[in-house]
């Protein structure tokens, strides 16, 4: 299904996160795969994963620096990827503080700041830094949660992030439709325990809640998120753009959280 398609994923920390979900997912379909890590700090790490998923290459992309965006594009191109196919922005971080008791409680310039830098701004700008470099009916896809659009405790400034991030996609799309067009989509996904997910107070309150409530009485897994987004990557999803799909087990359908 994703044969020959280049796809670049920003967001792979471990084999325990949704970006690891997917990449596994589009490797197993046929398609040649390249990520991004942050910082020299992280650069073992991601090669030895990226390994593992018969990745191409990994480039660094620290996205709270305009630079890195900016020279991402030719990093690619020196590795021999001079266009993409589809892009996977699976990074999201607040500072712990912000996101645990009210919102109130952590809610400063610095925090909100970061917390919408690295989860939604880096979305837009690397998507815009990329844009002479996708193919003609290339996808981008991001990963946001139902904190973005509902009261979630503890979620705070993540999910003020989260929204934004949502309302990027939508501008994105009808940005990008008309030049070559490329879908932008969202997959707004149940809760995982991810390392990332990890920092979140009370976060297993939630996965309980999850089991015990969705239509489906489970948690969604992080192999089924990278069926969902292997198959907004390929051509299967053509007809599709602007949308925030959610996979959650049919949750956020029903009680309040």
């Not at 379909?29 to 073992?44: C, I, N």
């Not at 400063?108 to 701004?121: E, L, Q």
Request: proline share 2%; glycine share 8%.
């Amino acid at each position: 299904m994703l044969s020959g398609k280049k796809i670049l994923i920003s967001g792979l920390l471990s084999n325990r996160s949704i970006a690891y979900g997917i990449a596994q997912v589009c490797s197993n379909l046929g398609a040649e795969l390249a990520f991004t890590y942050q910082d020299e700090r992280f650069r073992e790490r991601i090669n030895a994963l990226s390994e593992t998923l018969g990745a191409k290459f990994a480039v660094k992309c620290n996205v709270e620096l305009d630079e890195d965006i900016n020279e991402l594009p030719t990093k690619l191109k020196d590795k021999g990827w001079l266009e993409i196919d589809g892009y996977v922005h699976a990074i999201a971080y607040a500072p712990r503080e912000a996101i645990s008791g009210d919102l109130t409680d952590g809610l400063t310039k610095a925090n909100f700041t970061t917390a919408h830098v690295i989860s939604s701004y880096s979305f837009g700008a690397v998507s815009k830094s990329l844009a002479d470099i996708f193919n003609k009916q290339s996808s981008i896809l991001t990963i946001s949660y139902v904190g973005a659009t509902r009261f979630v405790p503890n979620y705070n400034v993540m999910g003020l992030a989260k929204a934004s991030l949502e309302a990027t996609v939508r501008y994105l799309a009808h940005d990008f439709g008309p030049k070559k067009c490329i879908r932008v989509n969202a997959i707004s996904a149940g809760p995982i325990k991810t390392l990332a997910a990890s920092g979140i107070q009370g976060f297993s309150n939630i996965l309980h809640s999850v089991e015990q409530k969705a239509p489906l009485r489970r948690n969604v897994t992080k192999d089924e998120i990278g069926d969902l987004a292997a198959f907004l990557l390929s051509d299967m999803s053509r007809s599709i753009t602007s949308q925030v799909i959610i996979a959650d087990n049919g949750y956020s359908s029903g009680l309040l959280l």
